[in-house]
Protein backbone atom coordinates (compact mmCIF):
# COMPACT_ATOMS: atom_id res chain seq x y z
CA UNK A 1 0.00 0.00 0.00
CA UNK A 2 0.67 3.79 -0.19
CA UNK A 3 2.83 5.40 2.40
CA UNK A 4 2.01 8.89 3.47
CA UNK A 5 4.16 10.81 6.15
CA UNK A 6 3.29 13.82 7.48
CA UNK A 7 5.45 16.16 9.81
CA UNK A 8 5.16 17.50 11.99
CA UNK A 9 4.12 14.67 14.31
CA UNK A 10 3.39 16.68 17.39
CA UNK A 11 3.44 20.60 17.49
CA UNK A 12 2.66 23.08 20.75
CA UNK A 13 2.06 26.45 20.24
CA UNK A 14 0.72 29.78 21.39
CA UNK A 15 -2.75 30.98 20.61
CA UNK A 16 -2.59 33.09 17.68
CA UNK A 17 0.34 31.81 16.10
CA UNK A 18 0.30 29.72 13.03
CA UNK A 19 1.11 26.24 12.30
CA UNK A 20 2.11 24.43 8.97
CA UNK A 21 1.32 20.57 8.70
CA UNK A 22 3.00 18.78 5.86
CA UNK A 23 1.89 15.66 4.19
CA UNK A 24 3.88 13.69 1.67
CA UNK A 25 2.82 11.04 -0.59
CA UNK A 26 6.53 8.88 -0.20
CA UNK A 27 5.55 6.60 -3.13
CA UNK A 28 2.92 7.22 -5.61
CA UNK A 29 1.64 10.62 -7.22
CA UNK A 30 -1.98 11.69 -5.52
CA UNK A 31 -3.86 14.27 -7.13
CA UNK A 32 -6.66 14.15 -4.52
CA UNK A 33 -5.85 14.48 -1.06
CA UNK A 34 -7.94 14.84 2.30
CA UNK A 35 -7.84 16.42 5.21
CA UNK A 36 -9.56 15.53 8.50
CA UNK A 37 -9.21 16.33 11.93
CA UNK A 38 -9.98 13.97 14.69
CA UNK A 39 -11.11 15.24 18.69
CA UNK A 40 -10.25 12.55 21.45
CA UNK A 41 -12.45 9.47 21.55
CA UNK A 42 -14.13 11.26 18.50
CA UNK A 43 -14.32 9.62 14.98
CA UNK A 44 -12.28 11.64 11.74
CA UNK A 45 -14.05 15.19 10.48
CA UNK A 46 -13.85 15.51 6.99
CA UNK A 47 -12.58 18.81 6.87
CA UNK A 48 -11.74 19.46 3.25
CA UNK A 49 -10.95 17.84 -0.25
CA UNK A 50 -8.20 19.48 -2.35
CA UNK A 51 -6.91 18.52 -5.74
CA UNK A 52 -3.51 19.17 -7.25
CA UNK A 53 -3.24 22.86 -8.65
CA UNK A 54 -6.96 24.08 -7.79
CA UNK A 55 -8.47 25.37 -4.97
CA UNK A 56 -9.86 23.11 -2.11
CA UNK A 57 -12.92 22.18 -1.42
CA UNK A 58 -14.10 22.57 2.09
CA UNK A 59 -16.83 20.66 4.01
CA UNK A 60 -19.73 22.89 5.72
CA UNK A 61 -18.64 24.82 9.08
CA UNK A 62 -14.87 24.46 7.95
CA UNK A 63 -13.39 27.85 7.94
CA UNK A 64 -11.60 28.05 4.46
CA UNK A 65 -9.53 31.26 6.02
CA UNK A 66 -8.41 29.82 9.20
CA UNK A 67 -7.90 26.38 7.75
CA UNK A 68 -5.25 26.86 4.37
CA UNK A 69 -4.78 24.29 2.08
CA UNK A 70 -1.76 24.33 -0.38
CA UNK A 71 -1.95 21.04 -2.92
CA UNK A 72 1.04 22.47 -5.17
CA UNK A 73 2.78 18.97 -6.29
CA UNK A 74 1.22 15.31 -6.55
CA UNK A 75 3.58 14.76 -3.41
CA UNK A 76 3.04 17.16 -1.46
CA UNK A 77 0.36 18.93 0.39
CA UNK A 78 0.05 21.52 3.75
CA UNK A 79 -2.32 22.33 5.91
CA UNK A 80 -1.77 26.01 7.76
CA UNK A 81 -3.91 26.77 10.74
CA UNK A 82 -3.86 30.57 10.55
CA UNK A 83 -4.20 32.01 14.12
CA UNK A 84 -4.31 28.84 16.08
CA UNK A 85 -6.64 28.97 19.40
CA UNK A 86 -7.08 26.14 22.18
CA UNK A 87 -9.93 25.31 20.70
CA UNK A 88 -8.14 24.01 17.64
CA UNK A 89 -6.21 21.55 19.39
CA UNK A 90 -6.95 18.26 17.72
CA UNK A 91 -5.31 15.54 15.88
CA UNK A 92 -5.32 16.26 12.00
CA UNK A 93 -4.54 13.56 9.44
CA UNK A 94 -3.76 13.34 5.57
CA UNK A 95 -5.31 10.82 3.33
CA UNK A 96 -4.20 10.25 0.10
CA UNK A 97 -6.67 8.74 -2.95
CA UNK A 98 -5.27 6.01 -4.37
CA UNK A 99 -6.62 6.05 -8.13
CA UNK A 100 -8.96 8.38 -10.71
CA UNK A 101 -12.25 5.75 -10.44
CA UNK A 102 -13.60 7.12 -7.14
CA UNK A 103 -15.90 3.76 -7.38
CA UNK A 104 -12.93 1.26 -6.67
CA UNK A 105 -10.30 3.52 -4.71
CA UNK A 106 -9.17 3.71 -1.52
CA UNK A 107 -7.27 5.88 0.94
CA UNK A 108 -4.07 5.59 2.75
CA UNK A 109 -3.53 8.05 5.78
CA UNK A 110 -0.77 9.36 7.54
CA UNK A 111 0.34 8.90 10.95
CA UNK A 112 -1.35 12.30 12.29
CA UNK A 113 -0.19 15.59 13.54
CA UNK A 114 -1.12 16.50 17.16
CA UNK A 115 -1.76 19.87 17.56
CA UNK A 116 -2.34 21.36 21.15
CA UNK A 117 -2.44 25.36 21.48
CA UNK A 118 -2.15 27.05 24.62
CA UNK B 1 -29.44 12.63 7.91
CA UNK B 2 -26.95 10.71 6.21
CA UNK B 3 -24.75 8.84 8.56
CA UNK B 4 -22.68 6.30 9.69
CA UNK B 5 -23.28 4.14 13.27
CA UNK B 6 -21.60 2.07 15.16
CA UNK B 7 -23.28 1.15 18.05
CA UNK B 8 -20.76 -0.24 20.21
CA UNK B 9 -18.34 2.16 22.00
CA UNK B 10 -16.38 0.30 23.99
CA UNK B 11 -16.66 -3.66 23.94
CA UNK B 12 -14.37 -5.79 25.96
CA UNK B 13 -13.54 -9.82 24.82
CA UNK B 14 -11.17 -12.03 26.43
CA UNK B 15 -8.90 -13.86 24.06
CA UNK B 16 -10.31 -16.59 21.68
CA UNK B 17 -13.49 -15.12 21.72
CA UNK B 18 -15.72 -14.15 18.59
CA UNK B 19 -16.29 -10.89 17.58
CA UNK B 20 -19.03 -8.86 15.84
CA UNK B 21 -18.87 -5.14 15.31
CA UNK B 22 -22.02 -3.02 14.06
CA UNK B 23 -22.28 -1.07 11.15
CA UNK B 24 -24.91 0.77 10.12
CA UNK B 25 -25.24 3.43 6.84
CA UNK B 26 -28.59 5.64 5.91
CA UNK B 27 -27.06 6.31 2.09
CA UNK B 28 -29.28 5.01 -0.62
CA UNK B 29 -27.85 4.08 -4.02
CA UNK B 30 -24.26 2.70 -4.85
CA UNK B 31 -21.96 2.71 -1.91
CA UNK B 32 -18.49 1.50 -0.91
CA UNK B 33 -18.25 0.07 2.39
CA UNK B 34 -14.98 0.12 3.97
CA UNK B 35 -13.43 -0.99 7.78
CA UNK B 36 -10.44 0.82 9.22
CA UNK B 37 -8.48 -0.02 12.27
CA UNK B 38 -6.32 1.99 14.24
CA UNK B 39 -3.69 0.34 17.00
CA UNK B 40 -2.99 2.35 19.77
CA UNK B 41 -0.22 4.75 18.39
CA UNK B 42 0.12 3.99 15.38
CA UNK B 43 -2.28 5.54 11.89
CA UNK B 44 -5.32 4.11 10.15
CA UNK B 45 -5.05 0.86 7.88
CA UNK B 46 -7.48 -0.57 5.74
CA UNK B 47 -8.62 -3.37 7.21
CA UNK B 48 -11.15 -4.51 4.30
CA UNK B 49 -13.06 -2.93 1.87
CA UNK B 50 -16.42 -4.13 -0.47
CA UNK B 51 -17.21 -2.49 -3.77
CA UNK B 52 -19.21 -4.86 -5.47
CA UNK B 53 -19.40 -8.91 -6.08
CA UNK B 54 -19.60 -11.25 -2.60
CA UNK B 55 -21.26 -9.31 -0.59
CA UNK B 56 -18.59 -11.47 2.19
CA UNK B 57 -15.43 -9.64 2.35
CA UNK B 58 -12.13 -11.36 3.77
CA UNK B 59 -9.87 -8.96 4.91
CA UNK B 60 -6.10 -8.97 6.59
CA UNK B 61 -5.72 -10.89 10.01
CA UNK B 62 -8.75 -12.80 10.11
CA UNK B 63 -11.27 -10.30 9.64
CA UNK B 64 -14.19 -10.51 7.62
CA UNK B 65 -17.34 -8.26 7.32
CA UNK B 66 -20.68 -8.96 5.87
CA UNK B 67 -22.63 -6.48 3.54
CA UNK B 68 -26.15 -6.72 3.69
CA UNK B 69 -27.85 -4.17 1.29
CA UNK B 70 -31.61 -4.78 2.99
CA UNK B 71 -29.92 -3.87 6.22
CA UNK B 72 -28.20 -0.96 4.71
CA UNK B 73 -25.18 -2.89 7.29
CA UNK B 74 -21.16 -3.77 6.81
CA UNK B 75 -20.70 -5.78 10.46
CA UNK B 76 -17.36 -6.87 11.37
CA UNK B 77 -16.23 -10.33 12.20
CA UNK B 78 -13.37 -12.22 13.22
CA UNK B 79 -14.08 -15.77 14.79
CA UNK B 80 -11.07 -15.53 17.32
CA UNK B 81 -9.64 -12.33 18.68
CA UNK B 82 -6.33 -11.55 19.71
CA UNK B 83 -4.71 -9.40 22.34
CA UNK B 84 -3.21 -8.14 19.63
CA UNK B 85 -6.27 -6.94 17.95
CA UNK B 86 -6.77 -4.36 20.52
CA UNK B 87 -7.04 -1.44 19.01
CA UNK B 88 -10.09 1.37 17.64
CA UNK B 89 -12.07 0.24 14.41
CA UNK B 90 -13.38 2.92 12.24
CA UNK B 91 -16.58 1.68 9.61
CA UNK B 92 -16.34 4.21 6.89
CA UNK B 93 -18.32 5.02 3.86
CA UNK B 94 -18.17 6.43 0.31
CA UNK B 95 -21.59 7.76 -1.17
CA UNK B 96 -21.79 7.12 -4.78
CA UNK B 97 -23.00 10.68 -4.84
CA UNK B 98 -19.89 12.17 -3.64
CA UNK B 99 -16.58 11.24 -5.39
CA UNK B 100 -13.58 10.28 -2.93
CA UNK B 101 -15.12 11.62 0.10
CA UNK B 102 -15.34 8.91 3.27
CA UNK B 103 -17.86 9.55 6.11
CA UNK B 104 -16.67 7.64 9.03
CA UNK B 105 -18.62 6.05 11.76
CA UNK B 106 -17.62 7.13 15.20
CA UNK B 107 -15.28 4.17 15.41
CA UNK B 108 -15.66 1.25 18.61
CA UNK B 109 -12.62 0.30 21.06
CA UNK B 110 -12.27 -2.77 21.14
CA UNK B 111 -10.01 -4.24 24.56
CA UNK B 112 -9.16 -7.64 24.70
CA UNK B 113 -8.09 -9.23 28.31
CA UNK B 114 -5.17 -12.15 27.89
Known amino acids: GAVVSQHPSRVICKSGTSVKIECRSLDFQATTMFWYRQFPKQSLMLMAT?????????EQGVEKDKFLINHASLTLSTLTVTSAHPEDSSFYIC??????????????FGPGTRLLVL | AQSVSQHNHHVILSEAASLELGCNYS??????LFWYVQYPGQHLQLLLK??????LVKGIKGFEAEFIKSKFSFNLRKPSVQWSDTAEYFC????????????FGSGTRLSIRP
Open chain 2, 92 to 103: AVNPGSSASKII
Open chain 1, 50 to 58: SNEGSKATY
Open chain 2, 50 to 55: YFSGDP
Open chain 2, 27 to 32: YGGTVN
Open chain 1, 95 to 108: SYSSGRDYLQETQY
